[in-house]
């Protein structure tokens, strides 16, 4: 009598704790696929909710209650959490290349790693700011200068942001609230917000680019439109008091204690190796399965994937709504059946916190001022995503 075969187990491999993977594997936990063996691998044990990112900052949210564990995450879906760097893809072989262990196998992979800014090539910048991404490094950096100024309240502080896009926009105005909180009221305090266009949010309708700009100024953040900062120095080389120089090419330059640099998204270097088809900034291009183009066993989601049909700005609500569609499409392959195709809202709602308090409404052409009810319901909506994984979890 021949000993009965075992079941064979496909692998199924998710990089990156995004948005779109935290609901996959949430949506796993409670559907299982059947003799499927799930690896999350990540750089960190938690992962940020972007929509309550500059409400943390703000000081509305503690830490935990913007992040989703990742390992109790994995423990409810039966996923191997390996907390790991991706280097390499071995797609001949199916294999995935980390820092810091040996390879692992998969049969369908899918890639969910968000994205990093821009390359720093302002001169000697790289040394002396603080990325907005990775996220885990941008609040390592903040939580140190709330500390600092909590030490010495009396203390004039100057910071900068670099990148007047949404995210500079929406960091800078959550920044001042919370230090003006904390500062001592005689303390003198000086935000400056540099873009090198002339228009805030460019990419946003000209409504609320005209709206962003009037709250900023009357918060008495300084804004530098149209300056393309050239270099960043520390002032000691100056032969002035400890801080840094930020030089433009207008000649401008201003002193400031800290510089955050929030400039254009894109991908790691890593991926260009990979044989995997990409756009021209290097994210990887999928169809609107959310399937590779050049390889039918990988797939992405979020920042780090370009929808050849539908291009989309790099936005954490389109990750949240790929999720879904994301984890159906893995489990039609997995099993053999024919994918189905997602396609993206053209527009979206768009809730902007203010960092008082109050929320910006926005939805291509329409637009509604600063309200303080637009904040509970942009907090009642964020606070309800994060309760998907609080309840099962059991936080």
């Given at each position: 009598?021949?000993?009965e ?15 779109s993977?935290a609901?996959?594997?949430r949506?796993?936990g409670m559907n299982?696929?059947?003799?499927v063996?799930v ?7 938690d992962t ?5 990112l ?5 000081g509305f949210?503690?830490h935990n209650?913007?992040?989703?564990d990742?390992r109790l995450?994995?423990?409810?879906a ?10 390499n893809l071995?797609l001949q072989n199916k294999?995935?290349?980390c820092?810091?262990?040996?390879a692992v196998d998969?049969d ?10 821009a ?9 002396y ?7 885990s490094g941008?609040?390592k950096h903040w939580?140190?200068?709330?500390r600092?100024?909590?030490k ?5 502080l100057s910071?900068a942001i670099?990148g007047?896009?949404a ?6 105005l959550?920044m001042e ?7 001592s009221p ?9 873009q090198r266009d002339r228009?805030l949010?460019s990419k ?6 005209r709206?962003?700009e009037?709250?900023l100024t009357?918060?008495g ?12 120095i520390p ?7 400890q801080g840094?120089q ?8 201003v002193?400031?204690?800290k510089?955050f640099w929030v400039t254009?998204?894109a991908a790691p ?5 990979t ?6 900034r ?6 609107d399965t959310?399937q590779s183009?050049?390889?039918?066993d ?11 049909n539908h291009p989309?700005p790099?936005?954490?609500v ?9 984890y159906?499409?893995?489990?039609r392959?997995l099993l ?6 997602y396609?993206?809202q053209k527009k979206y709602?768009?809730l902007?916190?203010?960092g ?6 926005t939805?291509g052409?329409f637009?509604l001022p ?5 904040w ?8 309800r995503f ?5 309840k099962?979890?059991?936080?």
């Amino acid at each position: 009598m021949q000993p009965e075969k075992k079941p064979i187990c496909k692998n199924l491999v998710l990089i990156g704790g995004g948005h779109s993977h935290a609901i996959v594997l949430r949506m796993l936990g409670m559907n299982p696929l059947p003799r499927v063996c799930v690896t999350l691998i990540s750089t960190n044990s938690d992962t940020p909710y972007s929509g309550m990112l500059p409400g943390h900052i703000a000081g509305f949210y503690s830490h935990n209650e913007c992040h989703i564990d990742l390992r109790l995450l994995s423990q409810f879906a039966h996923a191997q959490f390996y907390v790991d760097r991706v280097i390499n893809l071995d797609l001949q072989n199916k294999k995935v290349i980390c820092a810091n262990r040996p390879a692992v196998d998969f049969d369908v992979l899918s890639v969910d790693i968000g994205s990093t800014p821009a390359k720093i090539s302002v001169s000697d910048a790289a040394e002396y700011v603080v990325p907005a991404k990775p996220v885990s490094g941008l609040l390592k950096h903040w939580y140190q200068l709330l500390r600092n100024v909590e030490k010495n309240p009396q203390k004039p502080l100057s910071i900068a942001i670099a990148g007047g896009g949404a995210g500079g926009v929406e960091l800078a105005l959550s920044m001042e609230a919370q230090l003006q909180r904390i500062l001592s009221p005689s303390a003198m305090l000086e935000v400056h917000l540099f873009q090198r266009d002339r228009q805030l949010m460019s990419k946003h309708h000209h409504s609320v680019q005209r709206l962003v700009e009037q709250i900023l100024t009357q918060r008495g953040i300084k804004l530098h439109l149209g300056e393309n900062v050239t270099q960043v120095i520390p002032l000691a080389e100056t032969g002035n008091q400890q801080g840094l120089q930020v030089k433009c090419e207008s000649g401008l330059t201003v002193d400031c204690d800290k510089i955050f640099w929030v400039t254009q998204a894109a991908a790691p270097d890593w991926l260009k190796s990979t044989g995997l088809r990409t756009d021209e900034r290097g994210f990887i291009l999928v169809a609107d399965t959310l399937q590779s183009l050049s390889h039918p066993d990988v797939f992405a989601a979020g920042d780090i994937a370009t929808m050849i049909n539908h291009p989309r700005p790099k936005a954490g609500v389109f990750a949240v709504r790929q999720g879904k569609p994301l984890y159906q499409n893995l489990r039609r392959y997995l099993l053999g059946q024919p994918l189905k195709a997602y396609v993206p809202q053209k527009k979206y709602l768009s809730l902007i916190g203010t960092g008082d308090g109050s929320a910006i409404a926005t939805r291509g052409a329409f637009t509604l001022p600063p309200n303080k009810l637009l904040w509970y319901w942009k907090d009642w909506l964020d606070r309800r995503f994060m309760e998907r994984f609080s309840k099962e979890l059991g936080n």
